[in-house]
């Protein structure tokens, strides 16, 4: 089956710790996007990439980093710097990165702070 | 600057009922995409429909229908016969020329079905 997987579902972060959210796609899409969304709110992008090796800054990417090493993986890193880190985070990727590539998205992981 | 509103911030209907939920975009470019999603309870956004600028045809999907005016830059998501399964958190996007494909979301409705 072809898909979007994000793990954990629920992770809990303490006060000055780093966590990392996964994402892998199996659906060989060049482009994939994290976003946060907060209690009765849009989606905010945080980072996204377009290619291997590549990654842009989103609107809200302060706090955050992230890595493309692998074309199926883009791990995101909630640095200590993020003060108000909780929030559902969402996966997504699309086939290209043009504007009228569809993106498609996981499941979703839950970020709580202890 | 692209802009998505999405005026209904929570709707609650009857089961059987028709519903319908509004969205009004902004962007300069003259190529766009609009796209509509649905979030259920379980948090996963599921994709249901992409309309580019350039087809204002109106699209039927069994009990879901979609109104693109450009005259008024809206794009409507109308669901017929409703039933306690289609509530749910329902998210319009658009995507540009300018932004590079990068999706700008609106705040999101809220439909709560009842039976």
């Known amino acids: 089956d072809g898909g979007i997987t994000q793990s954990p579902k629920y992770l809990f972060r303490k006060e000055g710790q780093n966590v990392t959210l996964s994402c892998e796609q199996n659906?060989?899409?060049?482009?994939m996007y994290w976003y946060r969304q907060d209690p009765g709110q849009g989606l905010r992008l945080i980072y996204y990439?377009?290619?291997?090796?590549?990654?842009q800054k989103g609107d809200i990417a302060e706090g955050y980093s992230v890595s493309r090493e692998k074309k199926e993986s883009f791990p995101l890193t909630v640095t200590s710097a993020q003060k108000n880190p909780t929030a559902f985070y969402l996966c997504?990727?699309?086939?290209?990165?043009?504007?009228?590539?569809?993106?498609?998205f996981g499941p979703g992981t839950r970020l709580l702070v202890l | 600057a692209q802009k998505v509103t999405q005026a209904q911030t929570e709707i609650s209907v009857v089961e059987k009922e028709d519903v319908t939920l509004d969205c009004v975009y902004e962007?300069?470019?003259?190529?766009?995409?609009l796209f509509w999603y649905k979030q259920p309870p379980s948090g996963e956004l599921v994709f249901l429909i992409r309309?580019?600028?350039?087809?204002?045809q109106n699209e039927i999907s069994g009990r879901y229908s979609w109104n693109f005016q450009k005259s008024t830059s809206s794009f409507n998501f109308t669901i017929t016969a409703s039933q306690v399964v289609d509530s749910a958190v329902y998210f319009c996007?658009?995507?540009?020329?300018?932004?590079?494909?990068?999706?700008?979301f609106g705040q999101g409705t809220i439909l709560t079905v009842h039976p």
């Open positions: 997504a990727s699309s086939p290209g990165a043009g504007e009228g590539e569809t993106q498609y």
């Open positions: 659906l060989n899409h060049d482009a």
């Open positions: 990439s377009q290619i291997v090796n590549d990654f």
């Open positions: 962007t300069r470019d003259t190529t766009y995409y």
């Open positions: 309309r580019n600028s350039f087809d204002e």
């Open positions: 996007a658009l995507s540009d020329f300018t932004s590079y494909g990068k999706l700008t």
